[in-house]
């Protein structure tokens, strides 16, 4: 699948994944969301996750059933999973302050229980190194795009 997304000529964004059977869907996205869903593509891609955001829309789920209200009933663990994640990731990035480690997975255990998620695995340093790396090369490439251009990005992106 291809992940494209494009900066419109008003410089708001549009989120469009082509699926390799060439189908596709797409959305009008908040200004926020162009590095939110670059941060689900460097998590996915870093943890492996296949049944996450990225991996169902390949699939075939269409990006408007995320935002349809119970949509999280029909999600799997990865995909609360890499939710989550991506939040701290968020966070991390609206505040500035990085976490190590074991603050990430004090905090990944709180957001997995108040949201009734099921438990994740500790997550280390190395990965979250990872994730900040891809995360970081994701969001430059989308920074040097231009009023109607577009990111073109691959999923699964190797991380």
């Given at each position: 699948?291809r992940i494209?997304?494009?900066?419109?000529?008003?410089g708001?964004?549009?989120l469009?994944?082509?699926r390799?059977?060439?189908?596709?869907?797409?959305?009008k996205?908040?200004?926020?969301f162009p590095?939110h869903?670059l941060?689900?593509?460097a998590?996915?891609?870093?943890?492996?996750?296949?049944?996450?955001?990225?991996?169902?829309v390949?699939?075939?789920?269409?990006?408007?059933?995320?935002?349809?209200?119970g949509?999280?009933?029909?999600?799997p663990?990865?995909a609360l999973w890499?939710e989550?994640?991506?939040?701290?990731?968020d966070?991390e990035?609206?505040?500035?302050?990085l976490?190590v480690?074991?603050e990430?997975n004090?905090?990944?255990?709180?957001?997995?229980?108040k949201?009734?998620a099921?438990?994740?695995?500790a997550?280390?340093?190395?990965?979250?190194g990872?994730?900040?790396?891809?995360?970081?090369?994701?969001?430059a490439?989308w920074?040097?795009?231009?009023?109607?251009?577009?990111l073109?990005v691959?999923?699964?992106?190797?991380?």
């Amino acid at each position: 699948m291809r992940i494209e997304i494009k900066k419109a000529k008003d410089g708001r964004p549009n989120l469009a994944c082509v699926r390799d059977d060439g189908s596709r869907t797409w959305a009008k996205l908040h200004p926020f969301f162009p590095v939110h869903d670059l941060t689900h593509c460097a998590v996915e891609a870093v943890f492996g996750f296949t049944q996450a955001f990225f991996g169902l829309v390949a699939s075939g789920r269409e990006l408007d059933e995320f935002q349809q209200p119970g949509a999280a009933a029909w999600l799997p663990p990865e995909a609360l999973w890499a939710e989550c994640l991506v939040g701290l990731f968020d966070m991390e990035r609206g505040s500035g302050q990085l976490l190590v480690a074991d603050e990430f997975n004090a905090a990944l255990g709180d957001v997995l229980r108040k949201g009734n998620a099921p438990p994740f695995r500790a997550v280390t340093d190395d990965e979250l190194g990872r994730v900040r790396r891809l995360r970081r090369s994701l969001t430059a490439r989308w920074s040097d795009v231009e009023p109607g251009e577009t990111l073109s990005v691959p999923f699964p992106n190797p991380a």
